[in-house]
């Protein structure tokens, strides 16, 4: 019996430790062999499973994009602004252009949020569900500049995150580099394609005192800038006009906490 014990024993701490480790996004080598994970991972948790569902296709988007015979929609629209932290200074200005185009805005915050965590939840797709946008607005990859093998690690979460969208119109608003990052906005350009991507790292900004965020001044030269480039080069053209005067409507914002 007390053999026949231990042989359980090893057993369940042999499972135990197999399953904990399809969990961690570290992987253990032994000389050469990668040790493979199991499936235990996407079994528990379906929201890992997800088929990724390539929905449109980049040499299209960038075709359309470069024609010079893009219409500008100048119906309102409404407007989901969803995203991390980074949003906090951008949705103000943005609300300026929303007012004074005749369009609407919903703006979700995720703080300290990631594509692991919009590509393994239904957060964007639940607020496209309730908010029914006629445009999305994505800002997220801010917390993730400095992650190792960025390609490999978060290929799949960035194309769930595309494939949530759908066919609806989208910008990818990238991270606002304060350093250069390991791959990050090469991964996401590759997964949109220029017409649906905003390069914000070109551009230069007065920092808050964490040194990441920009500062209230610098958040609306960006926005004006993401403006510029929708009215010009987006491969989706809204009517994004410049406001003359600052919006008096309240934040219709959400905001989610960080995972635990």
Known sequence: MRALWQFVSIITIGLILITVYSFVEIEFNLGNITVKKSGVKKYLFFSDSIETIEVQNIAHIEAAQSADSVVVDSSAQHILLIGDSMLEGLMLRMRDYVEYNGH??????????????????????????????TFVFLSLGSNELFIRDIKNARNKYVKRIVSQMDTLPFVWIAPPNWKDDTGINDLILENVGTGRYFESKKLKYKRGKDGAHPTRASAVVWMDSIASWMRNESAYRIKMDVPDKRSKISANTTLLQPKK
């Open 104 to 133: 609407t805005m919903k703006t979700v915050i995720w703080y300290s949020s990631q594509t692991l965590w919009y590509g393994t939840s239904d957060t964007l797709a639940y607020f496209i569900r309730k908010e029914k946008p």
